[in-house]
């Protein structure tokens, strides 16, 4: 104990220090996000369907190939319309991946188990050089 007292500021680092190397695993554990070859893998293989939670002008100016757009304060209201399967996975995208994390909750609590968040959002999407459609 007299040890713990006499270094405590060398205590408080090698804390700090541990915090910090099991952050990434506490974040991923907590539902970080698909990456963006995930979601690639997941639509390709098991027929994801892609769900842009952005408003619609966000939309048209840029999305994941295929998606369809249910702006985040309709998505309780349409998505079950929209996806009558709720067995297949769903991949929800936004800009930065804030507002699909959100949406995740939503759509699983409408009973879709398999519903992710695209970690990174659309920027994610660009940053691994994916394609982008865009409406005219």
Request: proline share 3%.
């Amino acid at each position: 104990m007299k040890f713990i007292l006499d270094n405590w500021m060398l205590m408080s680092v090698a804390l700090v220090s541990a915090s910090l190397l099991f952050w990434p695993i506490l974040k991923g554990a907590s539902g970080g996000g698909l990456t963006a070859q995930g979601a690639v893998q997941l639509i390709n293989r098991e027929r994801a369907v892609v769900i842009d939670v952005c408003e619609a002008n966000e939309f048209a100016a840029g999305h994941v190939g295929g998606a369809r757009n249910i702006p985040l304060n309709q998505l309780e209201e349409k998505l079950t319309a929209a996806v009558k399967n709720k067995a297949l996975p769903v991949i929800l995208v936004c800009q930065s991946g804030a507002r699909s994390n959100r949406a995740v909750a939503i759509a699983k609590k409408l009973g879709y188990e398999q519903a992710q968040s695209l970690g990174g959002g659309l920027s994610a999407w660009r940053t691994a050089n994916l394609p982008v459609e865009k409406n005219q």
